[in-house]
């Protein structure tokens, strides 16, 4: 099965943006991540989904955008953990990272590019897997069946269930930053749901 | 923020951008499908690049969808055992096709050997090891635990910066070489001024002897302090000095008939714990020996004795010294062995416990003289098949040390000193001798008054036990300074005496310059550090371990990553390295090789198992320990020297004693060389002529050369100008505190339970379930003359020991408020529960509890905490779904005592009432002796 030109675009434009958000959700904002969504043509596009671009004279700064992101996602206490396992088995490392680990070796991902010591169910890791999936879908001229079956099953089971991260992590983000990255991938994986 | 629905085409158009836009700061994360999407939207093909899916396996798996969570096929892991899982268990499947691989515990000091059951890179289930020789497949609650705490949400994964004040609790994430090169920056700056002392090392329970020991030899600094002024040093300056080879004596319990307990709670808490615990049983259900406990509290090792006295606090030795006064005059004492094997005479023992009578016992004890003389007989008959055994509790005191040298007395008065059954020791105190570190570096040589304080004479003469409750008392006294503190498994504040000193030095960055915290969780320590280092877990890393073995005889364990550290975290093997080659100077000369590389030559010398074919490191790794074929170590004194040793030995006419290049190697004893007692007599010291001299500062050298100690100090100049009186014969005298007891005061003690440590383990979702709370226990009639009632709260008020306030002026501080003449320490309030198993003289606390800075299962909350700098006020956060349905110990009052439900909440942290309380001889904290006063409140 070949997919269309128009279903290669919207798979193309999807990846782009779980990519995005991936990079988001997997390190703190740099500035060189800052310098490339302040430049066209990502700008524009970025303030119309819904992100709010720190300001350039540096407030609030890299320093409070990383404290603001180690606050909500990696501690030291009373944080958010972005990993399925916590929100749905309480813990590190339950049977949803061998279920991931399944998806990406049928998807033949490659972990190694990853950021060091990134637990596989990590919501970073999740949104790149698809990213990458929807790659495969748009460049490849077999194995689509396949490939629209491992997404779908994928979606089904690795990206429902942040609803509850998300509205907390949305509540205490203390930038407005990271409250508009929240708020972007709440709103893009229920238009995904929709769609 | 908003809660505008963006539209569905500003995403595609956004994702469109950033897919075109080739940004370059989101390689990292699915690079390679970047370029390809790239490659792709421009037309050009890169399919020869594509790997392609994996067909075959989604072939395979897809029809049987993996499931997930608790209610799937696979495994759970931490899930706490409700009654849905019991119904379902065992659950035959759970294991199949799992790997299994050794490790040890390191949840408490007994290091138990492990097996992890690890799937698909997971473990699943801890069970004991049956090949290590003391736990012997063993394991307790904690160590089943273990999964809790490798799996734990709140688990350090990343390095951290303190970002506001000291203690404000903001942080942000660091790499790891941006923490190296500022803590290698910093450390490098203090050894350049001169002072590499200035740099402390201060660890908790720590496994890995070797790997800090490099550390800091090659830095360059001795200040390396340790707990073990909180735990033991009474005892093994008690058995050091009768014994000089060893501080730890390994009760020969399994082939006792008569086990003597003087305040230990083995079943419970102690270093030993269930290769102990289990060997005493088998003593008593197999060999049928008899356990008489004297504790001021009915523990678990005292309920399940045949027979337990409660008697005042601290006057174990009391008790002993009157117990040897009584045998001698039974004449059940073994002649042969105190005039062989001694350093005194029968006569001499006599004059000398002349005024040590049961009744004079009785007088400070309560136990009754006629119990005290019929215990007495007992033990004097089973012997030599009999043992003392304690610990802290009655080592803990300011009387400590004569507490326990009076004990150890008992069983040289019966001649049961290294006999089977008897009261034992080993020389191999931790792993077998065969095998050997690779090459360390020289020994510092730095000298702090942290590391070895002039008052504590017995500190750190034979071993360094170090005095490490005095150190930030030392700082804020500015009788120190720290340049850089590198804590390591460490929660000082929760666990030594006077938190609020604690947090106070901790916080102060003129006394605590930099302070790096290394460990698996955040705590109350990691609270007031500079950086955070997320540490790998007991079951993600190496280390070749063992403990003095109830064998008699040395092991090998091996402790080894049994999974993937998690997240970032790092062993200090793994990161040591690192910093080394950033101080330079030398220090990284003495990282050659990879860990796995260092392990094997460590391990190299374990020989070949002839059934598998496998030897060193490999053996190990498949059987997790290996005990050799020594013989156990009983009565080593009677051990003849060979000729070899004789050759040019000198036998001195007068003593008997044998010396080859003037140190002793052993004595002549009924005609023959033998090897004798590793002392100065070469004889079980009951009379010690070095601790009276090294007491003194006098000269040693004649001594310690007889000894064949020679690693022994001989009066530290440091030292000089603290003179401290050490009587040379086993006594006992009781705190002036003690003596004056008003009617309404009482002595404080404190505890373990059996399911958690001292700082580490209310963490632990399946032990917090257990135990989580420790209202204060009284008894009865105690209760009834306060007015008080079971459930009641009180107000304990804590005082300085006025025996202290004598006998270490240096430790005194005039800011602190007084009340009817003595110095306050602190007021806490707290529920009581009243029950018959206590002394009426004393109010007992557990330990454990009480966290403050720690996970959230640690603090009794079922969501996360908040620190204080969240904005957010909404509780909706991550659910553990068993912890949601189990965790009913929430509390809900709000600290109110009104409306507080029994055995909620989290509990209180008891040593918040303790003062700083060194035993003056060896500086081990008295947590037993703290004079309160309680009122109620209404």
Redesign the interface.
């Known amino acids: 099965m070949q997919a269309s030109t128009q279903s290669q675009e919207d798979a193309v434009a999807r990846s782009g943006m779980y990519r995005l958000l991936a990079r988001l959700w997997l390190r703190e904002a740099d500035t060189e991540l800052l310098g490339e969504l302040r430049a066209p043509p990502l700008c524009d596009c970025f303030l119309q989904a819904g992100g709010v671009l720190p300001t350039k004279d540096g407030a609030p700064d890299i320093q409070q955008l990383a404290v603001d992101y180690c606050q909500l996602f990696v501690g030291p206490m009373g944080h958010l953990p972005p990993v399925q396992s916590v929100w749905q088995a309480g813990q590190f490392q339950s049977s949803l990272t061998s279920s991931m680990q399944h998806f990406i070796d049928i998807l033949r991902y490659p972990t190694d590019e990853l950021p060091g010591g990134m637990m596989l169910d990590h919501l970073g890791v999740q949104l790149d897997v698809m990213a990458y999936a929807l790659d495969q879908i748009a460049r490849r001229a077999t194995e689509i069946g396949e490939l629209l079956a491992v997404v779908n099953l994928f979606s089904s089971r690795h990206l429902i269930w942040p609803s509850k991260l998300l509205a907390a992590a949305e509540d205490r983000a203390e930038t407005p930053f990271y409250c508009s990255i929240v708020t972007m991938t709440r709103d893009f994986l229920n238009s995904e749901t929709a769609a | ?2 809660n ?5 085409r ?12 080739s ?12 370029k ?2 790239t ?3 421009q037309g050009q ?3 020869s690049d ?6 075959e ?2 072939n395979r ?2 029809g049987e ?6 209610f ?1 096929t ?5 899930q706490l055992p409700g009654p849905q899982k019991k119904q379902n268990w065992p659950d035959r499947e759970k294991y199949k096709d799992t790997q299994q691989i050794p490790g040890m515990c390191q949840l408490c000091s007994t290091v138990c050997g492990i097996i992890g059951h690890v799937k ?3 473990v699943i289930k801890l069970e004991g090891n049956p090949n290590d020789p003391n736990s012997r497949g063993h394991l307790c609650a904690r160590g089943h635990a273990g999964l ?1 705490h ?9 390095p ?1 910066k303190r ?1 506001g004040k000291r203690g404000e ?5 660091i790499s790891w070489d941006e923490a190296l090169d500022e803590i290698a920056a910093k450390l490098k700056a203090v050894r350049e001024s001169g002072s590499p002392e200035e740099f402390a090392f201060h660890q908790g329970r720590q496994r890995s002897k070797d790997a800090l020991k490099r550390f800091l030899d090659s830095y360059g600094t001795k200040t390396q302090l340790s707990h073990r002024s909180l735990c033991s040093g009474n005892r093994r300056a008690a058995n050091l000095t009768y014994l000089w080879e060893s501080d730890w004596d390994l009760n020969d319990v399994e082939n006792s008939k008569y086990i003597l307990n003087f305040g230990s709670n083995a079943f419970e808490a102690h270093q030993g714990h269930v290769p102990f615990a289990t060997r005493i049983q088998n003593g008593r259900f197999k060999n049928g020996a008899k356990l008489v406990t004297f504790d001021v509290r009915l523990s678990n090792t005292a309920g399940a004795s045949d027979e337990w006295f409660a008697p005042f606090p601290g006057t174990d030795g009391a008790v002993a010294l009157a117990m040897c006064h009584a045998i001698l005059a039974e004449n059940l004492h073994d002649e042969a062995f105190i005039n062989n094997w001694t350093n005194v005479t029968v006569d001499e023992l006599r004059e000398h416990l002349k005024s040590y009578t049961p009744e004079w016992a009785e007088t400070v004890s309560g136990v009754p003289q006629a119990e005290i003389r019929r215990i007495a007989v007992e033990f004097a008959k089973a012997a030599p098949a009999a043992t003392t055994m304690c610990n802290r509790g009655s080592s803990a005191h300011i009387n400590g040390y004569y507490n326990d040298r009076a004990i150890q007395l008992l069983n040289a008065v019966v001649g049961s000193v290294g006999k089977k059954g008897g009261w034992c020791w080993s020389p191999w105190g931790g792993l077998d001798p065969i095998v050997q570190t690779p090459p360390m570096p020289p020994g510092a040589k730095t000298w702090s008054v942290l590391e070895d304080p002039p008052e504590y004479p017995l500190a750190n003469v034979w071993r360094r036990m170090r005095v490490g409750e005095i150190i930030y008392l030392y700082l804020l006294q500015g009788r120190a300074k720290l340049q850089a503190y590198m804590t390591y498994n460490l929660d000082s504040p929760l666990t030594w005496p006077e938190e609020s000193l604690t947090q106070q030095v901790l916080t102060d960055e003129k006394l605590i310059e930099f302070h790096v915290c290394i460990n698996c969780f ?1 705590n109350e320590t ?1 609270h007031y550090a500079d950086i ?1 280092l997320p540490w790998a877990t007991y079951l993600e890393r190496w280390d070749l371990d063992a403990r003095g073995s109830y064998n008699l005889q040395p092991y090998v364990g091996l402790r080894t990553p049994m999974v993937e ?5 790092k062993d200090v093997r793994e990161f040591f390295p690192e910093l080394a080659r950033r101080i330079g100077g030398g220090m990284e000369d003495w990282y050659q090789e990879p860990v796995e590389e260092y392990m094997e030559k460590w391990a190299s010398n374990v020989p070949e198992n002839p059934q598998t074919g496998k030897k060193g490191l490999d053996r190990l790794m498949e059987e997790g320990a290996w005990e050799g074929e020594r013989a156990p170590f009983y009565e080593p004194y009677n051990m003849p020297l060979s000729e070899a040793d004789m050759t040019g030995a000198e036998i001195d006419s007068s003593t008997g004693i044998i010396k080859s290049y003037d140190v002793g190697i052993g004595i002549m004893q009924d005609g023959k060389p033998v090897r004798g007692f590793a002392t100065p007599s070469r004889k079980f010291e009951i009379r010690s002529l070095f601790v009276e001299r090294i007491g003194k500062n006098e000269d040693c050298s004649e001594l310690i050369a007889h000894s064949g100690v020679t690693k022994t100090k001989n009066r530290p100049a440091s030292h000089q100008g603290n003179e401290l009186d050490i009587d040379p014969m086993p006594s006992w005298f009781q705190p002036k505190e003690h003596q004056q007891l008003a009617d309404d005061e009482l002595i404080m003690t404190s505890f373990k339970w059996n399911v958690h440590n001292h700082g580490r383990t209310m963490n632990l979702k399946w032990l917090a379930e257990i135990v989580h709370s420790n209202p204060a226990w009284l008894n009865p009639k105690t209760a009834k003359a306060h007015g008080l009632q079971d459930g009641d709260w009180i107000e304990i008020t804590s005082f300085y020991s006025a025996e202290l306030e004598q006998q270490s002026p240096h430790l005194q501080r005039a800011d602190l408020p007084q009340e009817g003449g003595k110095r306050v320490v602190a007021s806490m309030r707290v529920p009581i529960v009243t029950m018959e198993g206590i002394h009426p003289s004393v109010i007992a606390m557990s330990n454990s509890c009480g966290h403050w ?1 720690y ?1 959230s299962v640690a603090q009794a909350r079922k969501s ?4 204080g ?6 509780g ?8 949601e349905r189990n965790m009913w110990w929430e509390d809900h009052s709000g600290g109110d005592p009104a409306s507080w439900k029994p055995n909620t909440g989290n509990g209180w942290n008891q040593n918040k009432l303790m003062p700083i309380a060194p035993d003056p001889v060896t500086g081990q904290q008295a947590f037993h002796d703290t004079v309160v006063k309680i009122s109620k409140v209404s």
């Open positions: 923020m908003t505008k629905q963006t539209s569905r500003a995403f595609l158009k956004l994702g469109l951008a950033a897919s075109g836009a940004i370059a700061s989101l390689s990292g994360c699915g690079g390679q499908s970047q390809q999407s490659d792709s939207q093909s890169s399919k594509s790997p392609g899916m994996d067909l396996m989604w798996i897809k969808p993996y499931q997930l969570g608790s799937g696979m495994p759970g892991v931490c698909d890179g997971r809790n490798l799996y734990h949400p709140e688990r350090l994964l990343y951290l970002v609790g903001k942080w942000k994430r955040y990691a955070v550290p998690l997240g970032e975290s800075q996970t996360p905490v908040e620190s700098h969240l904005a957010g006020t909404d909706e956060t991550y659910r553990d779904a068993d912890w």
